[in-house]
């Protein structure tokens, strides 16, 4: 059977719908989802605007998207927590489960990870997607769909704050960047019991939408010098920050855990000099890979400075309980909604940053085929 209408990238900039065969299982632990809901991430622009990010290059067409919900259409023998029906939530990426990274619980980190629409695999942005049965979570009934999409941003949230940034409650956190991944990352933290959040943008609406939806402190850059070199204009932002918020290197006004969700190169300097002596920095945010920063300073203050890809054990476990307990709501996140057959301009309205009305994109998420852009 054929009747898997696919979102598919041809080339650069070439996209179709293509009426692809329907998957079946491949093993008795595999399940089938009929996807509902998929979230449009910047990975999958990227790949449509320029065809690779770092090592992964298109060179064969590829389904795009990878953060979806949707209904177990099959389920194989061996998988006992779903049944046809049930609503879930898809982690994307299917590791081996036998190298070294994968049996000491840093599975993100395998050498053969299977993730959707990364090259060579198609995503989700199908009717049908197949999947092993460990990577699908069932919804509690008060959550929606839409949830279920958004459980996969949320949990590079829950990797970024909790997992690798240890944060716990009564510390103080300070995010660069007021995107989607940006904006989870200081929901976690609240969500956590944060005693203080500060948003960091250049943005003025982005910054009065952390304000509104984090309780975020919030903090515009200011503009550099003619000719100022970056490391010395961080230096200098990060000086200002801490004279207007009343930031301190050790006490209790000091940041303890700051994440980098933009990728700029000053975000990354600026972080770096803010963070409290012997603190934490989580880089999560993908941006030029050749940045200057300052290693002198970074020894004397014993910084810790980890990278975050994706996300690991217990990070969509933890993303659904805090949503169905009411510590986090995504809803707000939601701007935009399309059919499938206007995947295209969901793409190009996220990659242009608002709609045709001026309204800005925080998350556009796309229906699956024959599905309403009401339903839940």
């Given at each position: 059977m054929s009747d898997?209408?696919?979102?598919?990238?041809?080339s650069v900039g070439n996209v179709s719908i293509?009426?692809?065969p329907i998957p079946d299982l491949s093993s008795d632990n595999d399940v089938i989802v009929e996807v509902k809901?998929?979230?449009?991430?910047?990975?999958?622009?990227?790949?449509?605007v320029h065809g690779r990010i770092g090592d992964f290059v298109l060179k064969n067409p590829m389904v795009l998207g990878h953060e979806s919900s949707g209904v177990i259409s099959k389920a194989g023998s061996k998988v006992k927590h779903v049944k046809p029906g049930d609503r879930v939530a898809i982690e994307p990426g299917a590791t081996c489960g036998s190298c070294t990274h994968c049996k000491s619980g840093r599975?993100?980190?395998?050498?053969?990870?299977v993730f959707a629409a990364t090259p060579p695999y198609d995503g989700t942005l199908a009717r049908y997607y197949r999947v092993h049965g460990s990577l699908v979570y069932p919804l509690p009934d008060h959550l929606s769909l839409e949830d279920g999409a958004m459980m996969e941003p949320l949990s590079v949230g829950v990797h970024s704050v909790s997992h690798l940034g240890s944060f716990r409650t009564n510390q103080s956190i300070a995010v660069f960047g007021c995107g989607p991944v940006?904006?989870?990352c200081m929901a976690v933290a609240r969500a956590l019991g944060a005693s203080r959040i500060i948003a960091v943008d250049i943005v003025p609406s982005r910054l009065e939408f952390a304000k509104k939806y984090a309780g975020a402190e919030t903090y515009q850059p200011i503009p550099p010098s003619e000719n100022e070199p970056r490391i010395q204009y961080s230096r200098r932002n990060a000086e200002n920050m801490k004279k207007v918020l009343g930031i301190e290197d050790r006490g209790s006004t000091a940041i303890d855990l700051v994440v980098d969700a933009s990728g700029a190169e000053v975000s990354i300097q600026t972080a770096l000099y803010l963070v409290k002596v012997g603190g934490t920095v989580v880089q999560v945010g993908m941006g030029n890979p050749n940045v200057t920063?300052?290693?002198g300073m970074i020894m004397v203050k014993e910084l810790v400075f980890k990278?975050?890809?994706r996300y690991g054990p217990g990070a969509y476990a933890l993303a659904i309980a805090l949503v169905s307990q009411g510590k986090i709501d995504l809803k707000p996140l939601v701007t935009h909604r399309y059919p499938f057959t206007d995947a295209l301009v969901a793409f190009n309205t996220t990659r242009a940053g608002k709609s045709e009305d001026g309204k800005g994109v925080i998350k556009a998420i796309i229906s699956g085929p024959d599905v309403s852009v009401e339903a839940s």
């Open positions: 898997n209408p696919s979102f598919v990238l041809q293509e009426h692809r809901k998929t979230g449009i991430c910047g990975s999958d622009v990227h790949y449509l599975y993100n980190l395998c050498p053969d990870i940006g904006l989870l920063i300052d290693l990278g975050s890809f």
